[in-house]
């Protein structure tokens, strides 16, 4: 039998807003609303003062501050729910039973009750029947509220759990036969729940196969009941392959030398863990994604189902104070040696001596979380080691370490699942052979390493290792960076942070053209790292890639009253003769080349030095990119680098080939925020597009548009700074940003009569103009476009839109692209 609902109407309601709260200041009323968040546990008090700043405008340019009374605001009880497919096993053969696993996750901010019913919607050739278990009735869906391990049968009139914890799950498993005449290819559909397209988190329409919440307390959620639904299917003659997939991901956070800079023995490092559930079949395997769900663990004694994430204490090292675990987990310990794998320890809740633990663990309260759903992630797990057990005289120790997760497919106990960390593959995945290794590995064979620190390393079966090198500073280290962060770190190493900045371009700077810019001043800062005062020296040092700053590009280094400037001949920097000169006292000196910075104290002792780019006439637009118009002919899309080294010129020759040596780069870009015009048409009222025509896709191209198409302009505008990575670095945020687009100012004309006909060519399609992020949009009408007005339509300039200006809200980041667009009929 199918079991279907003959209808279903399940629409969105919105409910209104919780507290409005008066606040009088100055015979002002303010009016407060608390910002609530589904997150934010039921019954929590949430104070608030309003603080202002303002001015006497008798007397501009003094702040009068004003502090506001105190409000609070309780947060109310909120119901919520997903219910997402787990996972299908089983071959779907004709007479073949199939069992269809979902996880239902309360993620409304408060304990709540589910209800399940014993019902499934299905379509294709199956029908829900068969046994789960030799007792169960046939047909009966079961549920797990401990991650799988046990099930049990819901009733024929469905089910109502017992609270569930927030981010707490209850696993559900429906069983289908696939009927004898089923087809190769016939796809089986199952649902559990009811609501349009497996809508999640909606407020209820009562029908009887929904999955919805139950509440606990009187009064019960501001929301009302909520519900939700998920489907998964599976093609008749296929094998369902059901996985989770699991990637377990570690960072060192922090990094203290206890205030020694003379011993590594107190070195602190600490670590942070998240388990990633994955939602997607990542591994292209042909996998099904299914929640995680415990494993048998020893944990005081007694052997029980959790969710194992572990990290063993590095060599060298030794646990430093309590671990930290989020919500809904625990941690536990073990002096198990290493050789031993994870999940096969002993564990405890009980802290031994520190220096006993060999592993620290953190395992799922069953009592919260029983599983992790598809498309989760669990992160704030947290650990912190000291060294320990080095030489008193050892100048360099490598502290090498891999995490691990071990758990199991929901619904499926038998396949065990393991992860290090390190990489982004789930599972150990071998993406060489498409095979998931079948037994844990504990990391010590990996032979891969995570440089990045942000577990990028190289997809292995054996994880990769998070590397950290201890030193003991030597009495000459240097090093150089933007201004206040001599220790920034760029996307690669220390060598390559970058401060970004841009000159000014003039108005009406065409793509494809050139620009003389003026020059351009940044401020670094160089700090002595060494166990003894140094004289630090500066030199600009040519870019990796030769051609990316422009020949004769003058640099020009400056500290106090010293400065030395360089031109660029395309390969290296010649110093300019007499350029070196400067005052100290008022007195005339001439600067050493390079310019060196005396005395910087040891232990890092810091100083800030200048330097001016200046650009040659002739230089490109960093915006230019082919894509822009046939005067293009390269793609640009960057800034023009000089790097700065700063060294310790122990050997007195004046360059910068000594131990010592640090580089920062300074950037100059000729704008960072491209503009990219184009244009479609769309059939409108006017005739259909030509057969072949390619004028309905947007291009830079030139249209041929009929009386009565549409015109539909797209300006996308780009920041195409380098974004930030690494630490440290400067970037540029396009900030203030105001896109202008006027119809009767030349170039553009398309909001005037050009051909005299007594109407304006084109004319606004009201509702069309959009920008794909936040922003507002002004109109203006006339001709010029100075009189402000409203998205209107119309045959003059007084009754039409003549003028858009689209401010963007808040700043673009770099690498961050948004779109305006509006409409014009031909007239």
Same mark, same amino acid.
């Given at each position: 039998m199918v079991n279907r609902k003959k209808s279903v109407n399940k629409?969105?309601?919105?409910?209104?807003?919780?507290?409005?709260?008066?606040?009088?200041?100055?015979?002002?009323?303010?009016?407060?609303?608390? %910002?609530?968040?589904? *997150?934010? +546990?039921?019954?929590?008090?949430?104070? $608030? =003062?309003?603080?202002? !700043? #303002?001015?006497?405008? @008798?007397?501009?340019?003094?702040?009068?501050?004003?502090?506001?009374?105190?409000?609070?605001?309780?947060?109310?009880?909120?119901?919520?729910?997903? %219910?997402?497919?787990? *996972?299908? +096993?089983?071959?779907?053969?004709?007479? $073949? =039973?199939?069992?269809? !696993? #979902?996880?239902?996750? @309360?993620?409304?901010?408060?304990?709540?009750?589910?209800?399940?019913?014993?019902?499934?919607?299905?379509?294709?050739?199956?029908?829900?029947?068969?046994?789960?278990?030799?007792?169960?009735?046939?047909?009966?869906?079961?549920?797990?509220?401990?991650?799988?391990?046990?099930?049990?049968?819901?009733?024929?009139?469905?089910?109502?759990?017992?609270?569930?914890?927030?981010?707490?799950?209850?696993?559900?498993?429906?069983?289908?036969?696939?009927?004898?005449?089923?087809?190769?290819?016939?796809?089986?559909?199952?649902?559990?729940?009811?609501?349009?397209?497996?809508?999640?988190?909606?407020?209820?329409?009562?029908?009887?196969?929904?999955?919805?919440?139950?509440?606990?307390?009187?009064?019960?959620?501001?929301?009302?009941?909520?519900?939700?639904?998920?489907?998964?299917?599976?093609?008749?003659?296929?094998?369902?392959?059901?996985?989770?997939?699991?990637?377990?991901?570690?960072?060192?956070?922090?990094?203290?030398?206890?205030?020694?800079?003379?011993?590594?023995?107190?070195?602190?490092?600490?670590?942070?863990?998240?388990?990633?559930?994955?939602?997607?079949?990542?591994?292209?395997?042909?996998?099904?994604?299914?929640?995680?769900?415990?494993?048998?663990?020893?944990?005081?004694?007694?052997?029980?189902?959790?969710?194992?994430?572990?990290?063993?204490?590095?060599?060298?090292?030794?646990?430093?104070?309590?671990?930290?675990?989020?919500?809904?987990?625990?941690?536990?310990?073990?002096?198990?040696?290493?050789?031993?794998?994870?999940?096969?320890?002993?564990?405890?809740?009980?802290?031994?001596?520190?220096?006993?633990?060999?592993?620290?663990?953190f395992i799922n309260d069953p009592s919260v979380v029983t599983s992790v759903a598809t498309g989760t992630t669990v992160s704030g797990f947290s650990i912190q080691v000291k060294a320990s057990g080095i030489a008193a005289n050892t100048t360099s120790a490598t502290i090498n370490n891999i995490a691990q997760v071990a758990g199991t497919t929901a619904g499926d106990p038998t396949t065990k699942i393991y992860d290090n960390s390190g990489d982004q593959n789930p599972d150990n995945f071998d993406s060489t052979n498409k095979t998931f290794p079948t037994t844990p590995n504990p990391g010590t064979t990996s032979t891969t390493t995570d440089t990045q620190n942000n577990n990028t390393g190289t997809n292995s079966t054996t994880g990769a290792v998070n590397t950290t090198t201890l030193t003991v500073p030597s009495p000459t280290s240097v090093l150089n960076g933007p201004n206040g962060a001599p220790d920034a770190v760029g996307p690669n190493s220390n060598n390559d942070d970058f401060t970004n900045k841009s000159t000014l371009i003039p108005p009406n700077i065409a793509p494809g053209s050139t620009v003389d810019p003026a020059a351009v001043s940044f401020t670094n800062t160089v700090q002595n790292t060494g166990t003894s005062a140094a004289n630090i020296s500066l030199l600009p040092t040519p870019p990796t890639t030769a051609g990316d700053l422009p020949t004769n590009t003058v640099v020009t280094v400056s500290y106090q009253g010293l400065s030395a400037a360089y031109k660029y001949n395309g390969t290296s920097f010649v110093f300019v003769p007499g350029s070196g000169v400067g005052t100290v006292g008022g007195n005339p000196i001439s600067a050493t080349n390079p310019v060196r910075i005396d005395a910087v104290a040891a232990n890092g002792g810091k100083a800030d030095y200048g330097v001016s780019i200046d650009l040659p006439a002739g230089t490109p637009l960093s915006t230019d990119t082919t894509a822009q118009g046939a005067a293009v002919t390269t793609i640009i899309e960057r800034g023009f680098p000089t790097p700065i080294t700063a060294f310790i010129d122990t050997n007195n020759n004046g360059l910068p080939d000594d131990a010592a040596t640090n580089t920062s780069i300074d950037r100059v870009y000729t704008g960072f925020l491209q503009l990219l015009k184009q244009s479609r048409v769309l059939q409108g009222t006017g005739p259909a597009l030509p057969t072949g025509s390619t004028d309905g896709t947007f291009s830079v191209t030139p249209k041929k548009p009929a009386p009565g198409n549409i015109i539909e302009y797209q300006i996308t505008y780009k920041n195409i700074s380098t974004p930030q990575v690494g630490t440290g670095n400067v970037i540029l945020n396009a900030d203030k940003i105001v896109i202008t687009e006027d119809g009767t100012q030349s170039p553009n004309n398309w909001a005037l009569d050009n051909d005299t006909s007594g109407q304006i060519d084109t004319s606004n399609i009201v509702g069309s103009a959009k920008d794909s992020g936040a922003s507002t949009i002004q109109f203006f009408t006339g001709s010029p476009a100075n009189n402000p007005g409203v998205d209107q339509t119309g045959t003059t300039v007084s009754s039409d839109v003549t003028k858009y200006v689209n401010t963007a809200t808040g700043q673009i980041a770099p690498g961050v692209l948004r779109t305006f667009t509006f409409q014009r009929k031909v007239n």
């Amino acid at each position: 039998m199918v079991n279907r609902k003959k209808s279903v109407n399940k629409q969105h309601q919105p409910y209104q807003s919780l507290i409005a709260t008066a606040l009088l200041t100055g015979s002002l009323f303010q009016f407060v609303a608390p %910002v609530l968040a589904e *997150g934010t +546990t039921a019954g929590t008090s949430i104070s $608030n =003062t309003a603080t202002a !700043t #303002y001015e006497d405008p @008798n007397a501009p340019g003094s702040p009068i501050n004003s502090t506001s009374n105190a409000v609070t605001v309780t947060v109310a009880e909120v119901a919520g729910i997903t %219910v997402t497919g787990s *996972g299908i +096993t089983g071959t779907a053969n004709p007479g $073949n =039973t199939l069992v269809y !696993t #979902y996880t239902v996750t @309360n993620v409304g901010n408060d304990s709540t009750k589910f209800q399940i019913p014993n019902l499934a919607t299905t379509t294709g050739p199956a029908t829900v029947s068969g046994k789960l278990t030799p007792s169960s009735p046939s047909g009966n869906l079961q549920y797990s509220i401990d991650g799988g391990k046990n099930w049990t049968d819901i009733p024929a009139g469905g089910l109502t759990t017992g609270a569930i914890a927030v981010n707490g799950t209850v696993l559900v498993r429906v069983p289908i036969t696939v009927q004898a005449g089923a087809q190769t290819g016939d796809i089986i559909t199952v649902q559990l729940g009811q609501t349009p397209g497996d809508a999640q988190n909606q407020p209820r329409s009562a029908n009887g196969g929904d999955v919805y919440t139950v509440k606990i307390s009187a009064g019960g959620p501001v929301n009302g009941v909520r519900e939700a639904s998920a489907t998964q299917q599976i093609k008749v003659g296929n094998t369902a392959n059901t996985r989770a997939l699991a990637t377990i991901l570690k960072t060192k956070t922090a990094y203290d030398n206890a205030g020694t800079s003379s011993s590594l023995s107190d070195d602190l490092l600490t670590y942070g863990l998240s388990l990633r559930v994955e939602a997607n079949d990542v591994t292209a395997s042909g996998v099904t994604p299914a929640a995680l769900a415990g494993t048998d663990i020893n944990v005081d004694g007694t052997t029980t189902s959790h969710i194992l994430v572990s990290d063993a204490i590095p060599a060298n090292t030794v646990l430093n104070g309590i671990p930290i675990a989020p919500t809904g987990w625990k941690v536990v310990y073990t002096t198990t040696p290493t050789t031993t794998n994870a999940e096969a320890a002993t564990w405890t809740t009980t802290q031994p001596a520190l220096n006993l633990i060999k592993r620290v663990g953190f395992i799922n309260d069953p009592s919260v979380v029983t599983s992790v759903a598809t498309g989760t992630t669990v992160s704030g797990f947290s650990i912190q080691v000291k060294a320990s057990g080095i030489a008193a005289n050892t100048t360099s120790a490598t502290i090498n370490n891999i995490a691990q997760v071990a758990g199991t497919t929901a619904g499926d106990p038998t396949t065990k699942i393991y992860d290090n960390s390190g990489d982004q593959n789930p599972d150990n995945f071998d993406s060489t052979n498409k095979t998931f290794p079948t037994t844990p590995n504990p990391g010590t064979t990996s032979t891969t390493t995570d440089t990045q620190n942000n577990n990028t390393g190289t997809n292995s079966t054996t994880g990769a290792v998070n590397t950290t090198t201890l030193t003991v500073p030597s009495p000459t280290s240097v090093l150089n960076g933007p201004n206040g962060a001599p220790d920034a770190v760029g996307p690669n190493s220390n060598n390559d942070d970058f401060t970004n900045k841009s000159t000014l371009i003039p108005p009406n700077i065409a793509p494809g053209s050139t620009v003389d810019p003026a020059a351009v001043s940044f401020t670094n800062t160089v700090q002595n790292t060494g166990t003894s005062a140094a004289n630090i020296s500066l030199l600009p040092t040519p870019p990796t890639t030769a051609g990316d700053l422009p020949t004769n590009t003058v640099v020009t280094v400056s500290y106090q009253g010293l400065s030395a400037a360089y031109k660029y001949n395309g390969t290296s920097f010649v110093f300019v003769p007499g350029s070196g000169v400067g005052t100290v006292g008022g007195n005339p000196i001439s600067a050493t080349n390079p310019v060196r910075i005396d005395a910087v104290a040891a232990n890092g002792g810091k100083a800030d030095y200048g330097v001016s780019i200046d650009l040659p006439a002739g230089t490109p637009l960093s915006t230019d990119t082919t894509a822009q118009g046939a005067a293009v002919t390269t793609i640009i899309e960057r800034g023009f680098p000089t790097p700065i080294t700063a060294f310790i010129d122990t050997n007195n020759n004046g360059l910068p080939d000594d131990a010592a040596t640090n580089t920062s780069i300074d950037r100059v870009y000729t704008g960072f925020l491209q503009l990219l015009k184009q244009s479609r048409v769309l059939q409108g009222t006017g005739p259909a597009l030509p057969t072949g025509s390619t004028d309905g896709t947007f291009s830079v191209t030139p249209k041929k548009p009929a009386p009565g198409n549409i015109i539909e302009y797209q300006i996308t505008y780009k920041n195409i700074s380098t974004p930030q990575v690494g630490t440290g670095n400067v970037i540029l945020n396009a900030d203030k940003i105001v896109i202008t687009e006027d119809g009767t100012q030349s170039p553009n004309n398309w909001a005037l009569d050009n051909d005299t006909s007594g109407q304006i060519d084109t004319s606004n399609i009201v509702g069309s103009a959009k920008d794909s992020g936040a922003s507002t949009i002004q109109f203006f009408t006339g001709s010029p476009a100075n009189n402000p007005g409203v998205d209107q339509t119309g045959t003059t300039v007084s009754s039409d839109v003549t003028k858009y200006v689209n401010t963007a809200t808040g700043q673009i980041a770099p690498g961050v692209l948004r779109t305006f667009t509006f409409q014009r009929k031909v007239n």
